[in-house]
């Protein structure tokens, strides 16, 4: 019979984290500039403000990266969560058990010297720029499986197992998307940047009227 108090007391000791509804909020991050101050003025090269223009996108890009980072791991917690509440009520001998499933191979090499080449091959890799969560080069959501969830009688780790899988797909999905509307961004404001040192370009070399002949 399910230990009720022991229930209880897994709940009270969890932090109540509110379902993950949209990633939406991401998109809300500190200010850059002050705006109690005048605005700083623009530089006349093009270069450089070319260069300016693009940096202050890609250091909100980051804070918005960041926060879908911090939105998907906060809903990995909230799923872990409830997996361990909905456990705690589940019949022991219907719970699933930790491990392989009968039928199922490990992955690892059959011998000491394959898994020393592995450890030495990763000894190699890079450490990733944005900490532990960044996701490997050339990895898109088509490496992600996608399942179905809610089966009548699933146990609450097969359940939780498969809503991480999803949402491993969704973040990596949203992730793609930020990456593709950033680079569409920069395009866009370098060449309104251009052309506005064109127009600048050819209004100055108009002739103004003052410098025009007076032929009458």
Do not use: W
């Not at 980051?62 to 911090?70: E, L, M, P, R």
């Not at 022991?92 to 010297?113: F, I, Q, S, V, Y």
């Not at 146990?155 to 569409?184: C, F, I």
């Amino acid at each position: 019979m399910p230990n009720t108090h022991d229930a209880g007391r897994v709940l009270e000791e969890q932090e109540d984290i509110p379902a993950y509804q949209s990633i939406a909020p991401s998109i809300f991050v500190p200010a850059q500039a002050d705006f109690t101050k005048p605005p700083p003025e623009l530089p006349s090269d093009l270069n450089q403000l070319r260069g300016e223009a693009l940096s202050q996108i890609d250091e909100h890009a980051d804070a918005v990266q960041d926060n879908i980072y911090y939105m998907i791991d906060r809903e990995k917690k909230r799923i872990q969560q409830e997996c361990k509440q909905r456990e705690a009520l589940f019949p022991r001998h219907l719970r699933d058990k930790p491990g392989l499933a009968e039928g199922e191979d490990t992955c690892l090499p059959d011998n000491a010297m394959e898994m020393d080449e592995i450890l030495f091959i990763r000894s190699l890799c890079s450490e990733p720029a944005r900490g532990p969560y960044e996701v490997p080069q050339g990895f898109n959501h088509t490496n992600c499986l996608h399942v179905m969830t809610g089966a009548p009688g699933e146990p609450p780790r097969k359940s939780a197992e498969k809503m991480l899988m999803n949402l491993t797909k969704h973040g990596v999905q949203k992730l793609e998307g930020l990456t593709n509307h950033v680079r569409g961004v920069k395009e866009a404001k370098a060449k309104e940047l251009e052309n506005q040192a064109l127009a600048k370009n050819i209004g100055s070399m108009e002739i103004a009227p003052a410098d025009e002949m007076d032929l009458s």
